[in-house]
């Protein structure tokens, strides 16, 4: 049996990296209002660990995450049941490479350049372009807060 996952990313500003993931993927944001709505209502959580986020939606202070469009989600709660990217602030800033990394594949058709520069356009910087032979071409790229990825 299959069991569900989610990569959970660490992160300085959780709600501001979000967007680009979700704008590089093509995925949605979780709106998790309902959630936060019933669980304040309930008293099992503070104000103080909401936060209000773009668009009129609520958050859990230091936490969002991204969904794949097409993934199922739980309809009460926002959450992604599928593919899935969870960002979480952490008080210690990144110092050395990760040791677990996202590769972004190009969709057919689209030039490799078109996807690097799109994705500068959306915060991510070029580290450098690697040529690995019969394995192709690919560029090393960090997001805003400098987690690398790959792109191919």
């Known amino acids: 049996m299959a069991l569900h996952w989610k990569l959970v ?3 300085r500003n959780a709600v501001a990296l979000a967007p680009f993931w979700a704008e ?12 936060v709505d019933h669980l304040l ?8 660990a909401i ?6 939606t609520r958050g859990f202070r230091g936490y969002a995450a991204v969904r794949h469009p097409g993934d199922p989600f ?25 040791r677990l990394h996202i590769d ?7 030039a490799l350049g078109t ?10 910087t070029r580290v450098r372009e690697e040529d690995q032979g019969p394995a192709g071409h ?15």
């Open 74 to 98: 739980d309809e009460h709660t926002g959450i992604g049941l599928g593919r899935r990217l969870l960002f979480q602030d952490v008080p210690e800033g990144k110092t050395v490479k990760n």
């Open 138 to 152: 690919w560029w090393l790229m960090r997001d805003p807060e400098g987690n690398e990825f790959c792109v191919s």
């Open 24 to 35: 590089a993927l093509g995925y949605e944001i979780e709106d998790q209002t309902g959630l």
């Open 9 to 11: 990313i660490d992160s």
């Open 104 to 110: 972004i594949h190009r969709p057919e058709g689209t």
């Open 51 to 56: 936060d209000e986020r773009p668009g009129g």
């Open 41 to 48: 209502a309930a008293g099992q959580v503070s104000a103080a």
């Open 115 to 124: 996807l690097v520069t799109r994705l500068e356009q959306l915060g991510a």
